[in-house]
């Protein structure tokens, strides 16, 4: 949606204005003016609070919750073993980490091609957190016009009561983020007493202040600026936007031109749109920008604008709908709410769509049939065989085992590809929780059951209380 | 605001860094200047990440000292 593409494309915007991002070549940046959004409700604040709730819930939960005697979401680098519920993923397990990475990826691609920054809008924890952060200013400094009249006044010992009131909400919140963030690498049951004891490490004590102090600078202090400056995602995500892509849009055919009116006054025979320029949509945006100037990168998709038109709509007799979910085609070609649904199902959906399913369903399948039991077999170099007792050949490995269930196990181990190969000692080991194990194990064959030469020798590894954990691994076996 | 562009992006790259690095290496393997390293985990950690921070914040720095536009004469832009 630039500026100056497409010349004969109908353009949707009817008063579009460059804002300039760069006033010069040296300053980078404009010079912010803080933004106080107004606070709204309707249907779209509320799925932004539904969110809020949702995410936090399990945010500042999930790390309390207990699973076979230890807490169920834990990352514990110390042990450097990643615990989410059932399953224990080691540092070998990291594809598991890039293949959730990719899905990740791919989700993003979707939904953003399907309905723009609804991740912005309503999960990103920047927007999350500075509602949280904004609920708390609005209800200690007041509404809007009350915030505006309360920076504006001198100092006094009420304006610096309500000031230390806030930030001291917001520090408490942050701090308690910050210890949530250490609780996930850090065992918190073990964690929070050794904090009221003054007995935490130094370095969880410095990554809670710190995760707490950017939560605070984040979501208190720079706000949309991250969103503008700061996000990756906001550069790139116009890539994923074309014309059936569904944004909150204003809609300038209907609202133009807009103006003041009388309440009962037939504003279309006076040649006057439906926006009645109240500039509330202006007010409640949290970026401070107008959506009337058509989409805009700062944009981040929170529909609040949505809510606020819709009630002014609603006093006005007017139906909802002037600011709405709804796709460029759509606006130009007047399209209904099935006709944009029609246009949703488009290649670049299909795809991401196909990538995803197929993506989610490897890493399912991979999941539930991932082995608990892990086995390399080394063959020792130093030796590569010898003779022993006159009548068989020696040759000697090194199994590198893994138990990675949380219980205790024993496995049987087998040799096989060569006729009389047989394990010299006990072909029994026995394996506690999550351990890593090296054993050196020598096979012996009679000299006469194979050529000179290299052969493939099989070692099988079977769980003797488990039978479905087995293990069959290559190595080669040297006659001399 | 400068500040950021060099801190933000280097933070970030770093955190890739730290988590690609010690998936690999197990920081009880590393040496420093010829002693194994013997610190807890947590503290290898936190040091491997400003270590990979300060260097990225470098490169940062350096490209943005590099993109400054020339002034007539050569001689960057204040």
């Given at each position: 949606?630039?500026?100056?593409?497409?010349?004969?494309?109908?353009?949707?915007?009817?008063?579009?204005?460059?804002?300039?991002?760069?006033?010069?070549?040296?300053?980078?940046?404009?010079?912010?003016?803080?933004?106080?959004?107004?606070?709204?409700?309707?249907?779209?604040?509320?799925?932004?609070?539904?969110?809020?709730?949702?995410?936090?819930?399990?945010?500042?939960?999930?790390?309390?919750?207990?699973?076979?005697?230890?807490?169920?979401?834990?990352?514990?680098?110390?042990?450097?073993?990643?615990?989410?519920?059932?399953?224990?993923?080691?540092?070998?397990?990291?594809?598991?980490?890039?293949?959730?990475?990719?899905?990740?990826?791919?989700?993003?691609?979707?939904?953003?091609?399907?309905?723009?920054?609804?991740?912005?809008?309503?999960a990103c924890p920047q927007t999350v957190y500075t509602e949280i952060f904004m609920w708390i200013e609005e209800k200690i400094e007041g509404?809007?016009?009350?915030?505006?009249?309360?920076?504006?006044?001198?100092?006094?010992?009420?304006?610096?009561?309500?000031?230390?009131?806030?930030?001291?909400?917001?520090?408490?919140?942050?701090?308690?983020?910050?210890?949530?963030?250490?609780?996930?690498?850090?065992?918190?049951?073990?964690?929070?007493?050794?904090?009221?004891?003054?007995?935490?490490?130094?370095?969880?004590?410095?990554?809670?202040?710190?995760?707490?102090?950017?939560?605070?600078?984040?979501?208190?202090?720079?706000?949309?600026?991250?969103?503008?400056?700061?996000?990756?995602?906001?550069?790139?995500?116009?890539?994923?936007?074309?014309?059936?892509?569904?944004?909150?849009?204003?809609?300038?055919?209907?609202?133009?031109?807009?103006?003041?009116?009388?309440?009962?006054?037939?504003?279309?025979?006076?040649?006057?749109?439906?926006?009645?320029?109240?500039?509330?949509?202006?007010?409640?945006?949290?970026?401070?920008?107008?959506?009337?100037?058509?989409?805009?990168?700062?944009?981040?998709?929170?529909?609040?604008?949505?809510?606020?038109?819709?009630?002014?709509?609603?006093?006005?007799?007017?139906?909802?709908?002037?600011?709405?979910?709804?796709?460029?085609?759509?606006?130009?070609?007047k399209w209904d709410g099935r006709a944009i649904l029609r246009h949703v199902l488009r290649p670049r959906v299909l795809i991401y769509s196909?990538?995803?399913?197929?993506?989610?369903?490897?890493?399912?399948?991979?999941?539930?049939?991932?082995?608990?039991?892990?086995?390399?077999?080394?063959?020792?170099?130093?030796?590569?065989?010898?003779?022993?007792?006159?009548?068989?050949?020696?040759?000697?490995?090194?199994?590198?085992?893994?138990?990675?269930?949380?219980?205790?196990?024993?496995?049987?181990?087998?040799?096989?590809?060569?006729?009389?190969?047989?394990?010299?000692?006990?072909?029994?080991?026995?394996?506690?929780?999550?351990?890593?194990?090296?054993?050196?194990?020598?096979?012996?064959?009679?000299?006469?059951?194979?050529?000179?030469?290299?052969?493939?020798?099989?070692?099988?590894?079977?769980?003797?209380?488990?039978?479905?954990?087995?293990?069959?691994?290559?190595?080669?076996?040297?006659?001399? | 605001?400068?500040?950021?562009?060099?801190?933000?992006?280097?933070?970030?790259?770093?955190?890739?860094?730290?988590?690609?690095?010690?998936?690999?290496?197990?920081?009880?393997?590393?040496?420093?200047?010829?002693?194994?390293?013997?610190?807890?985990?947590?503290?290898?950690?936190?040091?491997?990440?400003?270590?990979?921070?300060?260097?990225?914040?470098?490169?940062?720095?350096?490209?943005?000292?590099?993109?400054?536009?020339?002034?007539?004469?050569?001689?960057?832009?204040?």
């Amino acid at each position: 949606m630039s500026e100056d593409s497409g010349t004969t494309k109908p353009r949707i915007r009817a008063k579009a204005r460059v804002v300039p991002i760069a006033v010069d070549d040296d300053s980078l940046y404009e010079v912010r003016q803080k933004v106080y959004p107004r606070a709204v409700s309707g249907v779209f604040a509320h799925w932004r609070w539904a969110l809020v709730w949702f995410t936090q819930i399990l945010y500042y939960g999930l790390c309390w919750l207990p699973w076979n005697d230890r807490q169920a979401v834990l990352f514990h680098l110390v042990e450097r073993k990643f615990y989410i519920f059932g399953w224990v993923f080691w540092p070998q397990d990291v594809f598991y980490l890039a293949v959730l990475l990719i899905i990740s990826a791919f989700s993003l691609f979707l939904f953003t091609a399907v309905a723009g920054r609804l991740w912005c809008g309503y999960a990103c924890p920047q927007t999350v957190y500075t509602e949280i952060f904004m609920w708390i200013e609005e209800k200690i400094e007041g509404d809007r016009a009350r915030r505006m009249k309360l920076d504006a006044a001198p100092a006094s010992p009420r304006k610096f009561a309500i000031k230390a009131a806030k930030y001291g909400a917001w520090g408490a919140v942050s701090l308690w983020t910050g210890i949530t963030f250490v609780g996930y690498f850090t065992p918190i049951r073990e964690l929070l007493p050794a904090m009221f004891q003054f007995d935490i490490g130094g370095w969880e004590l410095f990554w809670a202040l710190f995760y707490g102090g950017f939560t605070y600078l984040m979501a208190g202090v720079m706000r949309e600026q991250v969103c503008k400056y700061m996000c990756p995602y906001a550069r790139f995500q116009s890539v994923m936007f074309d014309a059936d892509t569904l944004t909150i849009t204003y809609d300038t055919l209907r609202g133009e031109p807009r103006g003041s009116r009388r309440k009962g006054e037939d504003h279309r025979a006076a040649g006057k749109g439906d926006c009645v320029d109240c500039g509330i949509c202006v007010q409640v945006c949290p970026t401070g920008i107008d959506i009337r100037n058509g989409l805009q990168i700062e944009c981040i998709g929170c529909a609040a604008c949505i809510d606020a038109c819709d009630q002014v709509m609603d006093k006005m007799n007017y139906p909802p709908g002037l600011i709405r979910y709804s796709t460029e085609n759509a606006i130009r070609q007047k399209w209904d709410g099935r006709a944009i649904l029609r246009h949703v199902l488009r290649p670049r959906v299909l795809i991401y769509s196909t990538a995803l399913l197929i993506l989610c369903v490897a890493f399912l399948w991979s999941l539930s049939t991932r082995s608990a039991l892990r086995v390399d077999v080394i063959k020792d170099r130093r030796t590569l065989a010898r003779e022993v007792e006159g009548e068989f050949i020696e040759n000697v490995y090194t199994l590198q085992m893994m138990n990675m269930a949380e219980r205790a196990q024993r496995f049987g181990i087998q040799v096989s590809g060569i006729d009389g190969a047989r394990i010299d000692g006990a072909s029994e080991v026995g394996m506690d929780p999550e351990q890593n194990r090296s054993l050196t194990l020598r096979v012996r064959t009679p000299m006469d059951a194979a050529p000179k030469g290299s052969h493939a020798i099989y070692f099988e590894v079977k769980g003797l209380d488990d039978p479905d954990l087995h293990a069959r691994e290559k190595s080669v076996f040297t006659m001399p | 605001m400068k500040l950021v562009l060099v801190l933000w992006p280097s933070f970030f790259v770093a955190g890739l860094a730290e988590a690609l690095f010690f998936t690999l290496v197990n920081p009880h393997e590393l040496y420093l200047l010829g002693q194994p390293v013997d610190w807890s985990p947590l503290a290898t950690y936190s040091v491997g990440f400003f270590a990979f921070w300060f260097v990225c914040a470098a490169s940062s720095l350096a490209t943005m000292f590099l993109a400054r536009p020339l002034q007539e004469g050569g001689s960057p832009a204040a």
